[in-house]
């Protein structure tokens, strides 16, 4: 699973976010729950400055349940 979202802001096109998001689902042996094992990313140009960083990573694992 991939998914990237850039948001500009009108006024400033050089003003933007990025968030990235990339996983891998890994099913279970009952094939209704999986482990997804991921990483996000989310880069915000206006961080620095404000004196924050301007990338964030994030190293996940989640349970999923599937309903259908």
């Known amino acids: 699973m991939n998914r990237i979202k850039f948001t500009p802001t ?10 990235h ?8 042996k009952g094939k209704r729950y999986s482990v ?3 990483f996000s990313n989310d880069y915000d140009s206006d961080a620095d400055i404000s004196g924050k960083d ?4 994030t190293y996940y ?4 349940l599937n309903w259908q």
């Open 54 to 57: 301007e990338l964030d990573t």
């Open 36 to 38: 997804r094992l991921g």
């Open 10 to 19: 009108v006024e400033d096109f050089g003003s933007f976010r990025l968030y």
């Open 21 to 28: 998001d990339t996983a891998i689902d890994l099913t279970l």
């Open 61 to 64: 694992v989640r349970l999923v």
